[in-house]
């Protein structure tokens, strides 16, 4: 489709995972029928540790937050130990996560959540890390000319070094230089991207940010940061407007450094 010439100030190339680095199909289709699937086994089976109750604690945190969305299920807390009633609070915690997952909720509790549940997933195999083939080359080539390569996610850190630490390419961590997720704000607010540079001691002109999604576009050029929209198979499509404002790319490969 296109050929994008990165401008010769970015040092840092941002990627997104969902739709960019990965197939939207491999995490509609795969990781989140894993969770949907294992959810309320997995709450009964480790509902007594410590990091279940702090996912737990945090899901009930944001529930009160949702609680003026139409459709928004509460997480009471556990008024006693009969079984009926921790039976009663898993399976208000089942369904907020079913309601989150229906909207495609990008909030920080369920993120958590899915990134300890899909420990086992990797771990046995059961799941590996789809990343498209152009991915690797080309990240090794920006490495291999000095740019650092960072990842910023909705997906917990934990869930991003899990794919790319099992993924169809093998373990593949050690070409990244660090993970972002939405600890440090959300991927449509400009604000992150702001502290994002700050954090890899940048200026958010030196990021080139790749990224499916316009509204994230919008608030990484808004912070002053590159961006190029990736069009990959099972995409959302864009307007004629996002198609012509933006630099599209189907493929990593498309990229050009100034001295390539
Ligand atoms: C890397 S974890 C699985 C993906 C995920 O849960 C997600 O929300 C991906 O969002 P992205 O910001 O990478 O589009
Ligand atoms: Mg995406």
Redesign the pocket.
């Given at each position: 489709m296109g050929v994008y010439s990165v401008p010769a100030e970015v040092s840092v190339i941002l990627l997104?995972?969902?739709?960019?680095t990965t197939p939207i199909a491999f995490?509609k289709d795969i990781?989140f029928p894993y969770i949907k699937d294992r959810v309320k086994e997995y709450l009964r089976a480790h509902w007594e540790e410590e990091e279940c109750q702090q996912d737990v604690s945090l899901l009930r945190k944001q529930a009160l937050a949702d609680s003026n969305l139409e459709g928004a299920v509460p997480i009471p807390l556990e008024t006693g130990t009969r079984e009926e009633e921790l039976e009663r609070v898993i399976q208000a915690v089942v369904d907020n996560v079913y309601w989150q997952m229906s909207l495609d909720r990008?909030t920080t509790a369920l993120?958590q959540l899915?990134?300890h549940m899909w420990r086992a997933a990797y771990a046995t195999g059961q799941v590996t890390g789809e990343v498209f083939e152009d991915v690797v080359p080309a990240v090794r080539k920006w490495r291999a000319a000095g740019l650092k390569v960072y990842i910023y996610?909705?997906?917990?850190v934990e869930?991003?070094k899990l794919?790319f630490g099992h993924s169809t390419e093998g373990d593949i961590l050690e070409l990244i230089d660090g993970h972002f997720d939405t600890q440090i704000g959300h991927?449509v607010e400009s604000e992150s991207y702001r502290r994002i540079a700050t954090s890899i001691g940048c200026s958010p002109s030196n990021i080139l940010f790749l990224t499916d999604?316009a509204r994230e576009a919008v608030a990484a050029e808004e912070a002053d940061v590159h961006v190029a929209v990736v069009v990959r198979p099972g995409n959302a499509g864009l307007t004629d407007d996002e198609k012509s404002y933006y630099s599209l790319i189907t493929s990593f490969s498309e990229l050009f450094l100034p001295s390539s």
């Open positions: 997104d995972i969902e739709g960019t995490v990781l990008k993120k899915q990134g996610s909705s997906g917990s869930a991003q794919l991927k999604v």
